[in-house]
């Protein structure tokens, strides 16, 4: 007898984000100033993503030009090295943006009706999420920190005039990176409270 159930695919996260957008939502009412508030806070979060697409694109430029003008064979590597961070984080940052193309001038009509604005917050709250969990957050520092502390170390050797100045940005690049770190994870459980708020507002009548 075949096992059927052995057979059957594991649900991912994306199967439920759908199932959650296609289930039939009733239409729930918001006042003007809690719908100006979830419409304000969307906006925030839209435009948060597209300017950290600006940043990572500037550093994978200036990450790719180093690449191809550098002498040394260690430092391209190292640029590389960050090429592939900015890279790999503006990836993620496309995909969010592309799953977020939905606008929400509709989402006004019918006197206020909020379903539509709040499945699209949500949905975009949950991108922003998984982005900043697991692989997603760590990769591109476990890329990022050892090409850092690589690049700074070698320029110090090969240019001794810069020890000081060098010595001040490794201390920088040394506090800011795990900082930066913590600030994804608390980004990411920040996102996580304000999808717990909504599925609460959602599963309460009105």
Partial sequence: MTDQSAAAPE?????????????SIPAYRLSPTALATVEYEHTRLRVGVTIKSAVMLLGLVFAVYKAVTVDQALLRLGAVAFAIAFGRVLYTLQRTRRGDTETIAADRAGAGLAAPLLVHYRAALVRERDRLSGRRLWMPFAISIPAGFAVMIILARTQPVLERYLAIELTVFSTAMPLALLYGRWQGRRYQAHIDLLDAFTSEPH
């Fill in 11 to 23: 649900p991912t996260n994306t199967d439920a984000v759908q199932l959650w957008q296609n289930q």
